[in-house]
């Protein structure tokens, strides 16, 4: 069985508990999640199932979408509701015009420090776990860039924010460096993810759906194909000749290129399977396949 699952992942369960009900659910143990959700968070996860795990690499290429519940005047160790207070402050004071004039600063590319408490790993270890031992937890900023920041809602002293960022954004951390700068500290209250690369929250299915639909027979309803996952690469309809070199690892030529500078593009054969993912030779105008995703 190979495709890929939207799941509207529900609060209280990790990321891999959500894979192992899926994993007993189709019966299938390759299956795999593309960008871990934090217990406390709901909404999209996508998950891969057989050769679609191929694929996942690329699932958040075009970005992720959060609505974020960041509440001021309370800072924890670990930058959510989970986590232990270390400070409280006075918000009462706090105005929405002070919170939509900072917004602007967090937009655009910039160095973000991740939480002390995430799954990066340190010495061969996850930094949360290394946190929660005891340990020194020195973390590198990364790079990320914030594309839009819409409030929703300003109910004092709880924000509801709207927030589409890249890949590797942390939104805990987003709450509390906006609670820093605006000087009453905040913590990130609330989650939900509402897209995830190309994938919506309008489109996915929970797990209690899930399960009533495979027992019904009705999987195919929400298994999407693999190629869903990398509809922002062009795509190459090949002749049957062409499409069988591919299949065999073979470089190939494309008479009418789209885009000679995209890096990747999708590769289909006369009947329309997707049969790979190519990468631009530019030196020799030739296509490489780099994943192939029928076997000749």
Known sequence: MDGILVINKATGMTSHDVVARVRRLVKQKRVGHAGTLDPMAQGVLPLCLGQATRVAEYLSESGKAYEAGITFGTVTDTYDTEGTVLRTADASTLTLEQIQAALPHFLGKQQ????????????????????RAGSEVQLQPRPIEIYHLNVLAWTPP????????????YIRSLAYDLGEYLGYGAHLSSLTRTRSGPFTLAKSVTLEALASAIEENRLQEYLLPAD?????FPGLT?????????????????????HTQTPLARVYDPDGRFIALASWNSEQCTWQPVKVFVTA
């Open 158 to 169: 709880t924000l509801m924010l709207a927030v589409e960022c890249s890949k590797g954004t």
């Open 238 to 258: 090949l002749d049957a000749e062409t499409a069988e070199r591919v299949l065999h690892g073979n470089t190939f030529r494309y008479p009418a290129l789209p």
């Open 228 to 232: 869903s996952a990398v509809r922002h």
């Open 112 to 131: 973000q420090l991740p939480p002390r408490y995430s799954a990066i790993k340190l010495q061969g270890q996850p930094a949360y776990k290394l946190a």
